[in-house]
């Protein structure tokens, strides 16, 4: 980025030097650009505009600049994939983690981030449909477990002829819908509904949201182990990874478990879902936005080289943790984590990672690391 381009950003625009989120909305979502100036960028709502976007600061120092979503096209030449996303992220409703994940997916099945980008989006939308068929088996299965009378029936539900299972399940959903002060039909729909909910998370069985945290355990042992070989390799960057993983990595766990644990009482999530659908959407949602970002680290770091200026790339794309997360962990979870004082030292010494690589070769690199997180 030439020395003109950087004075008209730093006039237009609004640099925030230090920038301290206290919610993840005001954080954003992390949004899977591949021109290389748009990298780390993160879509929220925006104050006097539908959207803004929240890009580190170009020059290599300190801060953020916060732009409204439409200028991005003034503060680069961005790829025609990126300016597809652009105007596609434009027309959500909200943005979340999951709506961002869904919209990147549809704008890299057109083709526009390579054959690779395309057809990993195809795999993820198979996957995920999968996933949710399994979610509603599984709660299905539950609701037979917690409904049917002591000793009714000595075959677990899962180990049942899928005939005998299917009139087990009508038998019990219809046994609850009453419960419910609901027609039986009512309780199919919100158990469907519900699986869409916990596909990721998954029920009694492991799911994306818990694969995704085993990625980021991996991570944050393979970077420790780097820097305990090389310590005077980008030493203050690594530590700032795997701080910054460590206390994840407590609170992606402790938000999961909590989604979890909520199928045990069926009876009170499905009252739940009736009553208070929304809040319950949020509650569900917590281990998705403390991960939100990472799956780019974690994809830098696969494609490697493992060597110093990667880890310098991740640091500077290490996700702020909001105060709002505090919030969402049980006084019962003690926090060991927290991250070092001196983060914002760490990420403006993250001056310039473009050097000794064309334009072309970093956005094929970005369309590899799009291919490895959707």
């Known amino acids: 980025m030439s020395k003109s381009q950087i004075a008209a950003i730093r006039q237009e625009f609004h640099l925030v030097t230090r920038f301290v989120p206290t919610t993840f909305l005001e954080r954003g ?3 899977p650009f591949t021109t290389p100036q748009l990298a780390g960028a993160r879509a929220r709502p925006g104050e006097r505009s539908s959207l803004e976007v929240i890009v580190p600061n170009p020059t290599g120092g300190q801060g953020v600049y916060i732009l409204p979503w439409g200028s991005i096209d003034s503060l680069c030449n961005p790829t025609l994939h990126d300016r597809r996303l652009n105007e596609a992220v434009l027309l959500l409703r909200g943005v979340t983690p999951e709506a961002i994940r869904h919209t990147a997916r ?68 219809s046994r609850l819908a009453p419960r419910l002060h609901c027609l039986p039909e009512t309780v199919v729909l919100m158990l469907e509904q519900l699986a869409t909910c916990f596909g990721s998370i998954g029920v009694g069985r492991t799911a994306h949201i818990s694969i995704s945290i085993a ?56 009252q739940r879902w009736a009553a208070d659908p929304d809040g319950l959407l949020r509650l569900l949602a917590r281990p998705d936005w403390l991960l939100d970002g ?24 290490v996700p702020v943790v909001p105060r709002e997360a505090y919030e969402w962990i049980s006084q019962s979870v003690r926090i060991a984590s927290q991250l070092p004082a001196h983060r914002g030292k760490i990420v403006q010494q993250f001056e310039d990672w473009r050097t000794g690589a064309t334009v072309c070769d970093l956005i094929a690199r970005n369309e590899a690391l799009l291919a490895k997180t959707l």
Not at 295 to 317: F, N
Request: charged share 25%; glycine share 6%; proline share 5%.
């Open 29 to 31: 979502v992390a949004t």
């Open 106 to 173: 549809d704008v890299a099945a057109e083709g526009l981030a390579g054959r690779g980008a395309q057809a990993a989006a195809r795999r993820a939308r198979e996957a995920e449909s999968h996933a949710c068929l399994q979610a509603n088996f599984d709660l299905l299965l539950e609701v037979v477990r917690q409904v049917e009378l002591e000793g009714e029936n000595p075959i677990p539900p899962e180990q049942d002829h899928p005939a005998a299972l299917e009139w087990r399940a009508k038998r019990a959903v």
């Open 215 to 270: 990625r980021l355990v991996r991570l944050r042992r393979e970077v420790a182990e780097f820097a305990e070989q090389k310590p005077d390799d980008n030493a203050a960057e690594a530590g700032l990874v795997v701080s910054s993983a460590d206390l994840t990595i407590q609170m992606a766990k402790a938000t999961l478990a909590d989604a979890q644990e909520l199928p045990s009482d069926i009876v009170g999530l499905l």
């Open 294 to 317: 990472w799956d780019r680290i974690c994809a830098l770091w696969e494609l490697g080289p493992a060597a110093g200026r990667t880890i310098a790339e991740m640091a500077a794309l």
